[in-house]
């Protein structure tokens, strides 16, 4: 059977290693209604690069304006900046439990449900910064770390007047240092490379990695995740790579926060353009099977989410209904996509 939705009225206190037990993640809730979500026809929005965007005053203004009003929302408002981090929290520090599964935790990590469940994150987060701004039209920009042009932090995120910014990060990652692959949280592992040489060991573990699972969606997406199953170990490759583009940014000390904790991971705003390029490689993927359908299966089809969508209504949302981007009224900017067909 597929994962239920959580019960928001038994939302308890979360845990993370290195955070400990008591971590207040829950939700704003009372009671109300939760309804199903209706995707709001809006223009087709265009999520563009980090480093496109950055010469778009325009738009930066508007980016970083969203993010100051949502910062300033009383601490108990569901949109507001930091509960929209607990959001994430809540969903993988185990505050919710499974309904009818009392001791198994609602985990959307390490499995099937991690690609659909942050669409749908990005999404509302999205469309409350788009509400904030009364911009319909608002998207998120995406990180391009597959692309020479994108593997190192994104300059709008590196600036500390800015909303946009964190000062809770591996300074010593700032730019011009190049993203590694195959970083690791202590430092025991890396690819040994520099340079020009990073950049095209990067692009080849990109390209073996769509390569190697093209043919089978969990090596690429994550193994099956049913309702009482304890949260497996089954992440798929992309979500492997993207744990380590999270230990990269975060603070080279323990506990690596914001970035290196899911609990905290979220109000790093740099975690939205990660995770928009995470959900970009996802429809690349697609686009290379010819839009063959991942897992053809109810028990991941039918799995439910619930979110406070731009209207402060709660609702209910289903992997079903976001498949392809398209299905929410957004899509990717076109930018050249040069690992797939360099010579590894
Ligand atoms: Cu829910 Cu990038 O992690």
Redesign the pocket.
Known sequence: APVMRPDLSKCHDASSLVLGDCLKCCPPYTSGDIVDYTFPETPLRVRRAAQEVIKDSEYMDKYKEAVRRMKKLPDDHPWNFYQQAQI?CAY?NDAYDQVGFPCVPVQ??YGWLFLPW?RYYLHFYERILGKLINDDTFTLPFWNYDSPHGMTMPEIFTDASSPLYDGNRNTSHYPPVIVDYAHSHDYTAGSGETGNGLVRANQCVMQKTFKRSLQRAELFMGEPQRAGQKPCSGPGQLECI?NTI?NWVGMKEYPHTDMGD?AT?ARDCI?FS??ANIDRLWHIYQTMRGYKIEFNNPDWLDSTFIFYDENEQIVRVKVRGCLTPDKLWYTYQEVPIPWIDLDC
Do not use: L, R, S, Y
Request: glycine residues 0%; aromatic residues 16%.
């Open positions: 994430h993988c959307i990590h942050h993207h999270h899911f991971a975690f990660h995770h």
